[in-house]
Each structure stands twice: as C-alpha cells, then as structure tokens.
C-alpha cells in the first residue's frame, strides 16, 4: 500500500524496456528514454540554466548507456538515469572549470548557477501569476535545497533516496528540505490563503 | 490513518498515498483520503494546502514542452542507428539537425515497438475477438457507404463522423466502466468527457484511449492505421493482449501518449508505431479537423451553418424570428449536442432532433 509499491509498478515497466534495450531493441531504448524523458530534464535545470547543454548533455548519457548496455546493471530505472545525469553534469562542470557561461563551482565545491530569475520568467509569460512567484521562490532556492526539493516533491523520492542521490546523509536532506520549506512558505503561504479565499466565494 | 492529523502540509504533499491520490488519481487512494476528510472534515484547509503546494512544484519545476522532447528523442533515435527507420516514413528522410531551421513548420518524433510480426497480427485479430465477446448489449453498425461524412451519436451523447466507405459498430448502450466502438475505416471522435468510463476505438491493429477529446482514427485495410489528435490527450497502443490488460487496469493513459496536432501511423506491414507531428494543421483533410468553433458577436445563421458543414446536418431553424440572435462563445471538441444545448442556452432556445434533422424553437432574441 505504500510508496515502495507504486515505484515497483513503474519500476517494472521501465526495467521491461531496458531488458529489451540490452537485448539490441533500439526502439525499445527510444521509448525508455522518451519515459524518463521529461524528469532528467527537469531534474538537470536544477543545475544550469542552458537549455540547450542539457539537452546535449542527456544526448551524450543515453548514447553512452546505449553502447554500455551489456555491462550495465539496473535495479531501479529512475534513480540510475538520475545519478548517471548527476556524475556526467558534475563531470561537464569541473571539465569547463568554470568558463562556462551559466556555471561555476561555489565555495564548498558544489556546483551554483547564477542564471538570472528575469530571463527565467520572460520565458514563462504563459504561467500565472501565482506559478510565477513560486517559481521564482523555487530559483531563489540555493541550488543543494532546489535540488533536494525537486527530488523530494517532484519526483516523490524518500529522504533516504535523496540522500543517496546527492552522497550527503539522511540528516543533510532533512535539513536542506527544511530550510528549503521554510524559504517557500513565505511566498507560498499568502498565495494558497488567497487561493482558498477565492475558492471559497467561488462555491 | 489518524497521524495525518498532525501532518504539515508540505509533509502530506511528501505522502505516498496522497501523491496517488492527487497527482495519479489512483482510485484506491482516492476512496482513502474521500473517508478520511469525511472522518476530519477540519482537515479540508490543510488537504487543500497540499494540493496547491503540490501543483505548484509540478508547474514550477516543469520546464520542457513535449515538442521539445519529442525533437530530442527523434535525434537520440537517429544517433543510435535506427536505421530501419528511414526507409519506411517520410517524416524519417530529415536529418537531425534540421529540425532547427524548420520548426515550425515541422517537427516530428520517431519511437515505436517492433514485434514479431506473424504472432502480433494472429494476437491481434484474437484480441479483437475477446473484446468483441464480452460486450453482452446488443450491438449497432453503422455503415457511410456515401460520398459524404455521415454523424453517428452514440448512447453517452459522443459524436462520431463517419467518413464515406466506412464502418462502426458499437453497443446500444455503454454497460460497465468502459465505453468500446470498433472502427473500420476512418472516423473523427468528440468524446463526452467522462473519466470515469474511458472510451476506446478499436481499429484494424491499433487501440485508442481517451478520457474526453477530439481525434480522427483511419484504418482502411491493407493501409497504414492513423490517430489524429486535435484537441485534449489520447494514448495509442497496438492490440496485444498485454497492452489492452495494462490499459484496462487504471485510469492512467499509458501506451504512447498522443497531444494536438500530433499524430500515430502504423503500418501493419512493419508492425511500428511512428509518432509525428502534423506537417501543417492547414492540410488536415476532414473539414471538421480544421474548423474552429470560436464565435464572436456572430449572427446565429452563420453558426449553424458552420455547423452544418462540419458536421453535415441538417439544422432547421426561423431565419426570420431569430434575425437579432448573436452569438459570442468558444467552442471546441463538444460533441455536437453538447454544443446545440450550449448555444440555445445561452440565446434561449430549445432544440429537438428529428431524423437527420435538428429542429431549433426560438421566439427571438
């Protein structure tokens, strides 16, 4: 009834595809990467704000997992992706050693990016408002806490997965979601009360 | 179930079961949380928190449009050699770093399933049958052997366009929690939204799903078979056993996931499923793909000649008593008798069906 059981159910199908990929059915590995598709992409604007790196950058990983497919053991499908994503965007970093345009490696050798929110939200002019403040709320993030977020409230992962995913401990997550709540819950909070206030005259 | 009391909202935004509930409508979870707020009922505000915190992540951290990840696909497909590819669609001869100069004029995916082709054809044909026999109401054809589209409407009040040279046949009345038609040939579907009883075309190879939208299915034999999306969201699969267990099972789309103006191709020759986008909405070849029903201050004459056209019905009215009636409103994949009960509400008529005919009762505007 819990969680574990809803990842297994996708988890399986997901594995389905990529027994068949490791088989030699490309086709299948198109519809395993058109599945995770979406999440990786997602998951690396936590990292950079250069669109068109991440999509390179993603080309590279399937293309390097597509020829690795017969050494390649996998357990859970999603969580493999996002590591393999992870290592490959810290490893495209460290390489640029910072001459990359959105990019640079912050003090505790972490990768930040200071893109800036305005260029952000001139491509979201179809959001509303509200989606528009929170997203910027989620930008202003530190980019360890918007990572964690994302994990956590995107991708519906535990803490221990978290912690796994960012080699940090259990504790580290729960404080990076915490601090990271606290920080959203100031913008967030006045909005859902508006929100439900005009649910409320609406019914 | 009784510490979800104390829980924050950001806390059951994280639960497992309320995401099910929220974000996948599992309908397990559902029926949970439903009891649970009946039990809390003081539990609304924080629930209501939690939805909104939940849709807010998913729109602020979703950040890529199913375009831009069908391109990418695409590019990943040619870069692993999908060479078969290319002999079999047209959409396949463009390279893949062409797609920058012209997209907006096209883009187009390439994914699909290969399967052994003498078993998937004998499994298909079985599945047809299966399906066929467990539907206990007695069924209805309906054959255009006209040269015009021809509206069929069916019992939950979805239209269905027949096209000339084709066949469908569906139950009188849609028992149980699915809605099932069998299709020969082609078709355009506006599907009353009801998601609770998924509607299903089946077509020559293919499966279609939908929960509510408008779509084209062609399945002429010997043919390729083509879903066409205009409106809303439809998921294709081919008719495995497997596949129509796995749809069957919940009220996810799963297969492969089909938006506007994107479209489906099989070919049962090769047995694979090609996903594009139109080439140009301007070439889409029914009428009724291309009209827009977006009225503003338009006399009601010119309405119901629209459609009339789109729909080829017959729609009698007193063009003289209703001179002064205008009509601002913006119509889209309602099945026709949803959109005549919506325009004669709002001008204040009333309407009745009469053979091929719709007969429109007004005393002016």
């Not at chain 1, 199908?13 to 395993?32: E, I, P, R, Y």
């Not at chain 1, 859970?76 to 990359?100: C, D, K, P």
């Not at chain 2, 996903?275 to 309405?303: A, H, M, Y």
């Amino acid at each position: 009834m819990n969680k574990r059981q809803r990842i297994a159910e996708e988890n399986e199908v997901l594995l389905n595809l990529w027994h068949q990929s490791q088989a030699g059915d490309s086709l299948a590995f198109c519809q395993l990467a058109d599945k995770q598709y979406r999440t990786l992409f997602n998951y690396a604007c936590n990292f950079t704000a250069d669109r068109e790196f991440i999509k390179d950058a993603i080309q590279d990983l399937m293309i390097h997992i597509w020829e690795k497919r017969q050494n390649i053991q996998i357990q859970f499908v999603t969580i493999y992706f996002l590591r393999a994503l992870r290592n490959q965007l810290m490893q495209e970093f460290r390489r640029s050693n910072g001459s990359h345009p959105f990019l640079d490696i912050d003090e505790a050798g972490q990768i930040s990016d200071y893109q800036t929110v305005e260029t952000q939200i001139e491509q979201n002019e179809a959001l509303n408002e509200n989606q528009v403040k929170v997203r910027t709320a989620i930008e202003e993030l530190p980019r360890r806490q918007k990572e964690a977020v994302f994990l956590k409230y995107f991708e519906g992962m535990d803490n221990e997965q978290i912690a796994d995913l960012m080699q940090v401990n259990r504790q580290s997550v729960a404080n990076l979601l915490f601090k990271a709540i606290t920080s959203l819950k100031q913008h967030i909070h006045p909005i859902s009360n508006l929100l439900l206030l005009c649910l409320a005259l609406q019914a | 179930m009784l510490h979800y009391r104390n829980f924050l909202p950001e806390e059951l935004a994280a639960d497992p079961s309320f995401r099910r509930w929220v974000l996948y409508n599992d309908p397990a979870d559902e029926a949970v949380w439903t009891e649970w707020l009946e039990h809390h009922p003081d539990k609304q505000d924080l629930v209501n928190r939690a939805k909104n915190f939940l849709a807010m992540t998913e729109a602020a951290f979703d950040q890529i449009s199913d375009e831009e990840v069908a391109n990418e696909i695409y590019r990943l497909s040619h870069s692993i050699g999908e060479n078969r590819a290319k002999k079999s669609s047209i959409w396949l001869h463009f390279r893949p770093n062409w797609y920058h100069m012209a997209a907006s004029v096209l883009i187009l995916m390439f994914a699909g399933w290969w399967y052994n082709k003498q078993t998937l054809s004998q499994q298909q044909s079985d599945q047809y049958k299966v399906i066929l026999s467990q539907i206990k109401e007695p069924l209805i054809e309906a054959v255009n052997n006209s040269d015009e589209a021809k509206l069929v409407t069916l019992e939950d009040g979805s239209s269905v366009l027949l096209q000339p040279a084709s066949r469908i046949t569906y139950p009188r009345r849609f028992e149980g929690r699915k809605r099932e038609v069998f299709l020969k040939g082609e078709a355009f579907f506006e599907v009353a939204k009801n998601p609770d009883k998924p509607f299903y075309v089946y077509a020559h190879t293919l499966a279609t799903k939908v929960l509510g939208t408008s779509f084209k299915v062609s399945a002429f034999d010997d043919q390729e078979v083509k879903v066409v999306v205009k409106t809303g969201k439809v998921s294709v699969f081919p008719m495995t056993k497997e596949a129509i267990a796995s749809q069957h099972a919940d009220d996810k789309l799963g297969g492969m996931v089909l938006t506007p103006n994107q479209q489906i191709t099989f070919a049962p020759n090769e047995l694979r499923l090609t996903r594009s986008l139109i080439p140009d909405p301007k070439l889409l070849e029914l009428p009724i793909q291309r009209q827009s029903f977006e009225f503003k201050g338009t006399p009601i004459t010119e309405v119901f000649a629209a459609l009339e056209k789109s729909y080829g019905v017959k729609i009698v009215f007193d063009a003289e008593v209703m001179q002064n009636c205008y009509l601002t409103a913006s119509l889209s994949d309602e099945p026709l008798f949803e959109k005549i009960n919506l325009i004669c509400k709002t001008i204040g008529a009333q309407y009745e069906q009469l053979d091929a005919s719709i007969i429109i009762n007004s005393k002016g505007c």
